[in-house]
Each structure stands twice: as structure tokens, then as C-alpha cells.
């Protein structure tokens, strides 16, 4: 059995793969604190209310927060006796190496987000992901990563606006029913909501015209389906992208053992 973590900056996933499907899927917030012990603990127990009697076998982890990775190596010697495959670090390949700036590091996730996109889609990709940050990364005809966008997560935007500017409140994201708003928190969600949008619509428009070819556009993270009620964003929405990543990496590292 395969333990898939995905840590992000604000949250962790963890899924178990069976070969076929994921089995469960649980989601806890990122501390680089917690131990290994603690890990296991929340796990199992989460493991135990699903009646998941199984053996992890192998674990495969993507992490933005290199503080959390000591931990969960940890947990799957101590726990799962077997040493993790870890996204971006050398033993670990990827079925197509990223062209980009020499010594240029990309962040595990949007490797494993293109991965898990060739994987379904084929190539000429645009893979918007809604996290911390809002990315967008572009892959190649061959499944090949070659760039991207990085700019401020939505939720990231609305609380950097509420700690500068004191008389405006924290806000939800949401579709507001209208554009104009008539009160500070429609207002705001409006700004929000419709921003993103025009950003995610304006960066796929010149990404395509500076590609100069039809590309496909996948949205995912969190916040994807929400913004896919707003316009045409998305040709498809995949919400288990990264989780999908990361058993096709290490299917393919098995097969080139």
C-alpha cells in the first residue's frame, strides 16, 4: 500500500493508493513541530473510523516546507519501515526531466502537478493551481515542465489586505451574487473573486498566444472549482491532480529500479 503526503504551506494531505484507488484522503494543517509520533497517531486513528485495515508498504512525499520532510522520513522508517521517496531530491526521477534556467529550482508540487497532468491530459498544458500561491505552470508536448507564474494565493491577497488596512474585514472567498458591491464585505469578495479570475483569464490568454499553440487548461487546488463557476477558466477541474502525481512518479520509479 502506498502513503501519498502532499504538504503544502498551509495544509498536508495524506491518501492512501491501492494500486487502483485512493482509499482515503485526510487533510491536517502543516507544522514542521509535529512529530512523527504525532503524525502516526492522528493517522491511524483517522485510519481505524474508515475500518482501513492495511499495510503501508511505501510512501512517496511532496513538500514546500523542507522543515517537514525530517518528520516524515522519520515516520515511515519508525512506522512503515520503509524509506520515502522524496519529490525534488535527487533518487527520485521524474519520467521527464524540467527544462528551465540552469540552477533553477522548481517547487516539488508543480513538478508533480505536471506529471499527474500528462498523465491524463497528454501535453500543451496549463495547469492553474490555486494554493498559498496561485500558479501557473506550463507543460510541454513531451510532459516536460518548461515555466510558469507565480503570484499571490487569493486567501493570501484577502488577509495581506485585511492586516494593512484596519477599518476592512477579513472576508470569505465566494461568488457574489453581483459585481457592484453595495457593502465593504460584497465589495471585497467581489474584488476577490473577479480579480482572480481576469488574472487566471489574462495569463492562460498569454501564455497561449506566446506558446502560439492550442493548449489545454487544468485547474486545481482548493479554490478550482470555486473559480470555475465564474467563466470558461478551465477546460477540466482536477482536484486529486497532485495526489495523482505522486503515484504516477512512483510507479515510474519502481519500473526503473
Given at each position: 500500500?502506498?502513503?501519498?503526503?502532499?504538504?503544502?504551506?498551509t495544509?498536508?494531505?495524506?491518501?492512501?493508493?491501492?494500486?487502483?484507488?485512493f482509499?482515503?484522503?485526510?487533510?491536517?494543517?502543516?507544522?514542521?513541530?509535529?512529530?512523527?509520533?504525532q503524525?502516526?497517531?492522528?493517522?491511524?486513528?483517522?485510519?481505524?473510523?474508515?475500518?482501513?485495515?492495511?499495510?503501508?508498504?511505501?510512501?512517496?512525499i511532496s513538500?514546500?516546507?523542507?522543515r517537514?520532510?525530517?518528520?516524515?522520513?522519520?515516520?515511515?522508517?519508525?512506522?512503515?519501515?520503509?524509506?520515502?521517496?522524496?519529490?525534488?531530491?535527487?533518487?527520485?526521477?521524474?519520467?521527464?526531466?524540467p527544462?528551465?534556467?540552469?540552477?533553477?529550482?522548481v517547487?516539488?508540487?508543480?513538478l508533480?502537478?505536471?506529471?499527474?497532468?500528462?498523465?491524463?491530459?497528454?501535453g500543451?498544458l496549463?495547469?492553474?493551481?490555486?494554493?498559498?500561491?496561485?500558479?501557473?505552470?506550463?507543460?510541454d508536448?513531451d510532459?516536460?515542465?518548461?515555466?510558469?507564474?507565480?503570484?499571490?494565493?487569493?486567501?493570501?491577497?484577502?488577509?495581506?489586505?485585511?492586516?494593512?488596512?484596519?477599518?476592512?474585514?477579513?472576508v470569505?472567498?465566494?461568488?457574489p451574487?453581483?459585481?457592484?458591491g453595495?457593502n465593504t464585505?460584497a465589495?471585497?469578495?467581489?474584488?476577490?473573486?473577479?480579480?482572480?479570475?481576469?488574472?487566471?483569464?489574462?495569463i492562460?490568454?498569454?501564455i497561449?498566444?506566446?506558446?502560439?499553440?492550442?493548449m489545454?487548461?487544468?485547474?486545481?487546488g482548493?479554490?478550482a472549482?470555486?473559480?470555475?463557476?465564474?467563466?470558461?477558466?478551465?477546460?477540466?477541474?482536477?482536484?486529486?491532480?497532485?495526489m495523482?502525481?505522486l503515484?504516477?512518479?512512483?510507479?515510474y520509479?519502481?519500473?526503473?529500479?
Open positions: 500500500m502506498l502513503l501519498t503526503v502532499d504538504c503544502g504551506n495544509n498536508t494531505v495524506f491518501a492512501l493508493w491501492d494500486g487502483a484507488r482509499l482515503g484522503t485526510w487533510r491536517t494543517k502543516t507544522d514542521w513541530q509535529r512529530t512523527a509520533d503524525y502516526y497517531v492522528w493517522l491511524s486513528t483517522l485510519m481505524a473510523m474508515r475500518k482501513l485495515d492495511v499495510t503501508v508498504t511505501d510512501m512517496i513538500s514546500t516546507v523542507p517537514v520532510v525530517f518528520n516524515l522520513r522519520v515516520l515511515a522508517d519508525r512506522y512503515f519501515a520503509c524509506r520515502p521517496l522524496v519529490v525534488g531530491k535527487p533518487e527520485c526521477r521524474l519520467p521527464v526531466a527544462r528551465v534556467d540552469a540552477g533553477t529550482a517547487g516539488p508540487d508543480r508533480v502537478n505536471t506529471v499527474g497532468a500528462f498523465d491524463r491530459h497528454g500543451d496549463i495547469v492553474i493551481d490555486f494554493g498559498t500561491a496561485t500558479t501557473a505552470d506550463v507543460v508536448a510532459g516536460a515542465y518548461v515555466g510558469g507564474v507565480i503570484a499571490p494565493g487569493v486567501n493570501v491577497s484577502l488577509e495581506a489586505f485585511h492586516m494593512a488596512a484596519a477599518a476592512l474585514p477579513h470569505d472567498v465566494t461568488r451574487d453581483r459585481v457592484i453595495t464585505v465589495c471585497m469578495q467581489s474584488g476577490a473573486f473577479w480579480g482572480y479570475i481576469g488574472l487566471v483569464k489574462e492562460t490568454q498569454r497561449k498566444s506566446e506558446r502560439d499553440r492550442p489545454t487548461v487544468i485547474g486545481t482548493g479554490l472549482s470555486l473559480f470555475a463557476q465564474g467563466d470558461t477558466l478551465f477546460d477540466q477541474v482536477e482536484d486529486d491532480l497532485t495523482h502525481g503515484t504516477v512518479i512512483h510507479a520509479n519502481k519500473e526503473t529500479e
